[in-house]
């Protein structure tokens, strides 16, 4: 028996119920929240005011914390740490990997006698506000050489410390840039895109009269997964590896009847929530929604919407606090995104807007029309005009296998209004009048009020969505940062608004204008760039042949490769829109990381389908064809006369056989002419060559397993990857 069919003979050690640990019951959820956070709260409490409120200053991105205020801070946070337990701290940054980095150090130091005395605990400020790790190892794009191996950490004040391992860790949010100060991770970028953000916006709503010191990015993340068996996933060397299964036939039943589609929550998976859910909140993580999404075995998790900023780090702890608990509960949680082909992948919906430090929402409609009007005028001109970089920001090997398909946004980047807001963009083009009334929804049913409609539809097939008061940048993976996709989306923006105020400020001149006034001398700017921005806009079925043909038309780039929309990064106008967020050089490390990483994922799953195929499927495959050969040679000494059908079976499987193992001889063929090519030759040969030539393979590969002998087949299949939970 091999360990597949063990494995799944092995009833209880598959389909166990796991039992939650320590879940908090819900009149508790309020108090656990940010218990773990060295938050505003305890801040207050443990310094003097002054320097309190120098602290909330520089979290708030008012000013820099002065430097003889450093020691207080961190002995404070210290003093914290250690009273909950911890015993060492970590700079906690973002490379530019898609994971986090982390270095821990113990609280201790050598006393006053020095090393002939005792130790002490301790945390300086000089230790908070600079960390030294090895920079040579982390992808870098040649800003930095294994020979210049300095990259500092620092602090990042507006992200609140907090405690990691069962609390053992205090980590310290920080960025990570290198000895001549380029930006090495993304969080600086993203930082940074926002400062730009906050000076378009200030000039936005002081032409608009609202009041408002500080303008922000907000973003909620709609993270999707899949969790699966562990002892399932351990057999399985692809989803280990490379988180994908690079062979796997499509199962008899998928999500074909919908029926897992915001279905009951099984109580091995509800049990995973909840223990996820409550480590997550101890952290300050605003969880607030999960579901079965569409396929089987796949969920989501969505937050409360925050500052860009937090939301970003709060979506990579939220990762790996998922992938860390499914292990407790015997299963893996799968972030690829498309883990099986066949079967609907995962994306994380972005839904970003911009906010002020006084509460309101930049992109809601009602908030002030002018304002709204000219930021959503701003929105659609960037959209239009830097399509191939928001298409570049999302772009991976992984995330190529789900965009498209039915299932995600398509390569062709549209942005989808709503029939009502389309409508009013088309009039203010054509200096039309349009009626606002709302829409009353009536069931026909005597006990349920009438409801008011939303002012649109949604539009799953979009790709840049807006869905009442935000936008929903639904193409986004689920295993990626969001924090490239939204540094691009703040930086076009923020390009685009300034663009159109400065034309406004000419049409107003010396005037001072309010209310009406300004709306009309606005008006003639905001329908130029309306009309420029006009063929970005479409509210119909992005997936259908005829939107592709007519974007074609009106001049919408359609990438499908991501490897293709990598050099947007090395264009002349994203080098203008990126001025203040990345330089030419940091724009320039950024194109050669992402086709270094599209390479390297390729690369691992060539050598992950030459590995599985030549050590187990092909071995499997031969074992049945000689079972085969046997049985027929047996009746036919028996003395049975053997009839076509029987000896057409064993010709199938070998012709099969000699199918799979010339399309894989292909593969590794042009594979290994790869070998002496520098990372973005070998992504484009990877790109155009090696990916049709690993479809064949798996094409091959997966009819086999549809007629092997199932006692045989080597892998976990997808019934059993998908169904047993």
Not at 275 to 297: C, M, Q, Y
Not at 303 to 316: G, I, Q
Not at 468 to 488: L, Y
Not at 592 to 602: H, N, S, W
Request: hydrophobic content about 40%; some cysteine.
């Amino acid at each position: 028996m091999n360990a597949r069919l063990e494995t799944l003979t092995n009833r209880e050690k598959v389909q166990r119920r796991s039992e939650s640990s320590g879940t908090a019951q819900p009149f508790e959820r309020p108090n656990l929240f940010g218990c773990r956070v060295f938050h505003q709260g305890i801040m207050e409490a443990m310094l003097p005011k002054k320097i309190f409120q120098n602290l909330m200053g520089a979290i708030e991105g008012r000013e820099k914390i002065l430097p003889e205020h450093a020691d207080l801070v961190a002995n404070a946070m210290k003093e914290w740490a250690i009273r909950e337990g911890a015993t060492h701290y970590s700079h906690w940054f973002q490379p530019l990997t898609h994971l986090t980095a982390e270095k821990h150090d113990a609280f201790l130091s050598w006393g006053d006698r020095g090393e002939n005395g005792s130790v002490i605990e301790s945390l300086r400020g000089s230790d908070l506000f600079r960390g030294e790790p090895d920079a040579s190892s982390f992808p870098s794009g040649g800003l930095r050489a294994t020979h210049q191996a300095r990259g500092y950490t620092a602090w990042d004040p507006s992200s609140f410390p907090f405690l990691w391992e069962s609390g053992k860790t205090l980590f310290i949010p920080s960025v990570f840039f290198s000895w001549k100060g380029e930006a090495l991770d993304h969080k600086i970028p993203l930082l940074r895109s926002d400062e730009k953000l906050n000076a378009a916006g200030l000039r936005l709503t002081k032409l608009c009269g609202l009041s408002a010191e500080r303008i922000y990015s907000t973003l909620g993340a709609e993270q999707e997964y899949f969790a699966v068996d562990r002892e399932l996933y351990l057999l399985r060397p692809d989803l280990m590896l490379s988180g994908r299964t690079v062979f796997g036939a499509r199962p008899p039943k998928g999500q074909e009847l919908e029926d897992h589609y915001f279905g009951a929550v099984k109580d091995r998976i509800l049990a995973f929530m909840e223990d996820f859910e409550t480590e997550a909140l101890s952290l300050g993580i605003p969880v607030k929604t999960r579901h079965n999404e569409v396929a089987p075995a796949q969920h989501e998790v969505s937050p409360l919407f925050e500052k860009a900023a937090a939301a970003v780090d709060h979506n990579l702890l939220l990762m790996e606090i998922m992938r860390q608990t499914a292990h407790k509960h015997g299963l893996a949680c799968l972030l690829h995104e498309k883990p099986f082909a066949f079967i609907s992948g995962s994306g994380k919906h972005n839904n970003w807007s911009i906010a002020t430090d006084t509460g309101l929402n930049l992109l809601s409609p009602k908030e002030n029309s002018l304002c709204f009007v000219i930021l959503l005028t701003a929105v659609l001109r960037a959209v239009h005009e830097h399509a191939g970089l928001l298409r570049a920001s999302i772009g991976s090997a992984g995330n190529d296998h789900r965009l498209g398909g039915s299932e995600a946004p398509p390569t062709i980047l549209s942005v989808y209004l709503g029939e009502a807001l389309e409508k009013f963009v088309e009039s203010l083009i054509q200096e039309k009048e349009l009626s606002k009334k709302s829409r009353w929804i009536d069931l026909g049913l005597s006990h349920i009020p009438h409801h008011e409609a939303d002012a649109s539809d949604r539009n799953r097939t979009s790709f840049f969505a807006f869905t009442g008061n935000k936008f929903e940048f639904r193409a986004v993976g689920s295993s990626a940062n969001c924090s490239f996709p939204i540094t691009v989306i703040n930086s076009i923006v923020a390009d685009s608004l300034q663009l159109i105020l400065d034309e406004i400020a000419d049409a107003v001149g010396d005037r001072h204008l309010e209310n009406d006034a300004l709306f009309e001398a606005a008006l003639p700017v905001v329908r130029k760039f309306l009309k420029i921005a006009q063929p970005v806009l479409f509210c119909g079925n992005n997936y259908s042949a005829e939107w592709e043909q007519e974007a074609a038309s009106r001049g919408l780039p359609n990438i499908r490769k991501s490897f293709h929309a990598f050099s947007q990064l090395l264009e002349k106008r994203t080098a203008q829109v990126f001025q203040g967020v990345l330089n030419e050089q940091e724009l320039h490390s950024r194109y050669e990381i992402l086709a270094e990483q599209y390479a390297k994922t390729m690369q691992i799953e060539t050598n992950l389908m030459s590995e599985l195929f030549r050590t187990q499927i092909l071995p499997a495959s031969i074992q049945d064809q000689k079972n085969r050969a046997q049985s027929l040679a047996a009746l036919k000494e028996l003395g049975f006369k053997l009839e076509p059908h029987q000896t057409e079976s064993l010709q199938t499987m070998t012709a099969r056989i000699e199918q799979a193992i010339a399309a894989v001889d292909e593969m590794e063929k042009i594979q290994k002419q790869t070998l002496d090519l520098g990372w973005e030759a070998k992504a484009k040969v990877f790109c155009e060559l090696v990916a049709p030539k690993m479809e064949q393979a798996r094409k091959s590969v997966d009819l086999l397993e549809q007629i092997i002998d199932n006692s045989l087949w080597p892998l976990p299949k997808y019934r059993e990857l998908l169904f047993l939970i």
